[in-house]
T-cell receptor, first 109, second 118 residues
């Protein structure tokens, strides 16, 4: 089955800096890659996604890139704010969704 | 915004007891899932369900687990004889398609049920 690796496990940045989280996947048939944000005590919330026929997607301060050949994809958050602090999970879907281990992002004011 | 609703939000049970976790998926969604998250760890896939039968299950989903869609709205996860290691957050999710090419067709998750086995 699909195996998703995510790095780093923790990331601390100053407010206004950029944050990058990277993931790799194992199943070349995976075709959809969502990113979820999880705040304390809540379920994962979809923040952005990318399909395998697209190399990059941007939504305001958030962007995702996908390299199908290398089987890796990344989340980029620019101009980080304290409210961006949360755990971020990447995921890959072929038949079912499998998550990465998560990255705890802390944005220091 | 349509939501996936889970009840209860927190359940405490004695080891060996049966528990049923309940979920109401979004009404026009067709695929349903259970995931669990042990405290501080990754979200792990348990089972997917479509057309009133299990589509796929992980190695975690052993004979102690079962799922059911007893009526047109509820989707339940039953753990027959709970163990201490079953303590976790359990998330229900639903989607129209599991790998849709449409916009924003990612899974929608509920807020979870925190299961504590004592």
């Amino acid at each position: 089955g699909e195996n998703v690796e995510q790095h780093p496990s923790t990331l601390s940045v100053q407010e206004g800096d950029s944050a990058v989280i990277k993931c790799t996947y194992s199943d070349s048939a995976s075709n959809y890659f969502p990113w979820y944000k999880q705040e304390l005590g809540k379920g994962p919330q979809l923040i952005i996604d990318i399909r395998s026929n697209v190399g990059e997607k941007k939504d305001q301060r958030i962007a995702v890139t996908l390299n199908k050949t290398a089987k890796h994809f990344s989340l980029h958050i620019t101009e980080t704010q304290p409210e961006d602090s949360a755990v971020y999970f990447c995921a890959a879907i072929n038949n079912d969704m499998r998550f990465g281990a998560g990255t705890r992002l802390t944005v220091k004011p | 915004e349509p939501e996936v609703t889970q009840t209860p939000s927190h359940q405490v049970t004695q080891m060996g007891q049966e528990v049923i976790l309940r979920c109401v998926p979004i009404s026009n969604h067709l695929y349903f899932y259970w995931y669990r998250q042990i405290l501080g760890q990754k979200v792990e896939f348990l089972v997917s369900f479509y057309n009133n039968e299990i589509s796929e299950k992980s190695e975690i989903f052993d004979d102690q687990f079962s799922v059911e869609r007893p009526d047109g709205s509820n989707f339940t996860l039953k753990i027959r004889s709970t163990k201490l290691e079953d303590s976790a957050m359990y998330f229900c999710a639903s989607t129209i398609y599991p790998d849709s090419w449409g916009v924003n067709y990612g899974y929608t998750f509920g807020s979870g049920t925190r299961l504590t086995v004592v």
